[in-house]
């Protein structure tokens, strides 16, 4: 599954963004897929995820309240609304998919979006 995202910038605290991820896979729509962020010198960390039919949502708890996840499977794409941006938010951001069943691992990533947030 190839996936590609956009809608990276530099903006300001308390600014918004929001990314996309899209793909041309058929299989897209029964794919569990989520967002993760890495910053310089950091693990990459789960930023949250949405089940097949977006019903299902999770969060990591530095994000809650503040960005949403959304998907759209007749385009084939994900986002994330990023609001109230910090600077600890600062980091390239990737989505990857999944097959829909618990625990399973994320088998296909994307290239990633720059993501900075200045104070």
């Known amino acids: 599954v190839q996936l590609m995202e956009s809608g990276g910038g530099s903006v300001q605290a308390g600014d918004s963004l929001r990314l996309s991820c899209t793909t041309s896979?058929?299989?897209?729509?029964?794919?569990?897929m989520a967002w993760f962020r890495q910053s310089p010198g950091m693990e990459r960390e789960f930023v949250g995820r949405?089940?097949?039919?977006?019903?299902?949502?999770t969060y990591a708890d530095s994000v809650k309240d503040r960005f949403i996840i959304s998907r759209d499977n007749k385009v084939k794409s994900i986002y994330l609304q990023m609001n109230n941006l910090e600077p600890a938010d600062t980091a390239i951001y990737y989505c990857a998919a999944r097959e829909p069943i618990e625990d399973a691992e994320y088998h296909s990533w994307g290239q990633g979006t720059q993501v900075t947030v200045s104070a």
């Open positions: 896979d058929p299989e897209f729509s029964r794919f569990t």
């Open positions: 949405i089940s097949w039919d977006g019903f299902f949502k």
